[in-house]
């Protein structure tokens, strides 16, 4: 819609990397505060943000690139050009989940307990994120004349990122209250990726930017049910579990 924000001289401010930042610094921030609340240092999860913030980009952007591999092979320049959009959300989990984890592992802090802390925020990131989609015309849903004009595409097309960021919102909502509820270590981080795949199981339906695999579904609906099965037996286990 707006991909473009201004440009100063040689300069170009671009909405998507504009959106990312303040995903990052709100959801830092609030995380932060209640890591104070909870008398765990805030320097410590601002930090922790920073690291799962770009390690997670990097995931996004690879596992990116490989789904369009034949296009990246034919514009490589164009693979380090983030202000063009093209990020995938599981390939974020996937290298910003591991660099998260080493970081804890030297910090000596409980894995779970910070994954808790930070999940509620995360899925608010994921949601200010969705706006810079929005802006930037990528992550677009299939033709609908109830839709909404992309002047990128062309075309009048489903909102999907307007969808998916509601719906990150409302599981923003419901883990900040389960958060403030007495629960055992890791029911909040599996509440996020069982809420999550479900969202991404059903915005894929109205989404047009990606193939079908098989069963009529995308990769990302197979990996959201895979993600779905393992967050479910977790959480199962979690409840069963006496300590």
Known sequence: ??????????????????????????????????????????????????????????????????????????????IVMLQLGGLSWFGGLMLGFFSGTVFLKKKKLSIYRILDLMSPFVALGQAIGRIGCLLNGCCFGKFSKFGIYFPVHKLVLIPTQIYSSLALIFIFIILRFLQDKPRREGEIFFA????????????????????????????????????????????????????
């Open 1 to 78: 819609m707006y991909p473009i924000i201004c440009k100063i001289g040689p300069f170009t401010i671009y909405s998507y990397g504009i959106m990312l930042a303040v995903a990052f610094m709100v959801s830092s921030t609030l995380a932060a505060f209640q890591a104070k609340k909870q008398k765990i240092n805030p320097d410590i999860i601002f930090n922790l943000f920073f690291i799962v913030f770009i390690f997670g980009i990097i995931g996004a952007r690879i596992l990116y690139v490989i789904e369009n591999i034949t296009y990246y092979l034919k514009n490589p320049l164009q």
């Open 192 to 243: 996020y990726l069982l809420f999550y795949s479900i969202k991404r199981f059903f915005i894929e339906f109205w989404r047009a930017d990606n193939e079908i695999i098989i069963f009529g579904l995308t990769l990302f609906q197979l990996m959201s049910i895979a993600i779905f099965c393992l967050a479910a037996w977790e959480i199962l286990l979690i409840k069963k579990s006496k300590k």
